[in-house]
């Protein structure tokens, strides 16, 4: 005796089955992404909008009323190392009597960043305290009078080898 054996068919209600199954998993996995999302980091604003864009408005204006100076930064760099930065007016005259400190880094990599902080020599001239290594750097300078922000300015350059 031999079993006829019955052949499969595709019916509506596989087709039925197969796209429920398929939706589900779709619905399942996007439900598990809207969990992690609501209980997670909230999003990029910390605290109040309102007061978080009065804030950046305050800086905006700060920002703004220092580039209306129209100071210049010239960055000189002897073999020595020692970086200077001369200090301009919008009239070419020095600019004096600041406190100069700055942040170098190496263009690639964190393992030589320092702070710098440099003394007057001379009107308008400020010279860094602290000898760099040969090679490509960035600087990002910051002059103050009496513990407020006068000038800031952004350098890339290259110490010689000696």
Known sequence: MSQARKEFRLTGWHVLAMLVAFFGVIFAVNGVFVYYSQVSWTGLLPGNG???SIKYNKEAARL???LAKGWR????VPKDG???IALTDKSGEPVTGLKATAR?????????DQALTFTEKGLGRYVADTALA???WRMDAR???KGELQWRADAEFVVPEK
């Open 82 to 84: 020692r970086i200077i």
């Open 134 to 136: 040969t090679g490509a």
């Open 50 to 52: 309102y007061e978080a």
């Open 64 to 66: 703004r009323a220092m």
């Open 143 to 145: 002059f103050t009078r």
């Open 104 to 112: 170098v880094m190496r263009p690639v990599g964190t393992q030589d």
């Open 73 to 76: 930064t010239k960055v000189l």
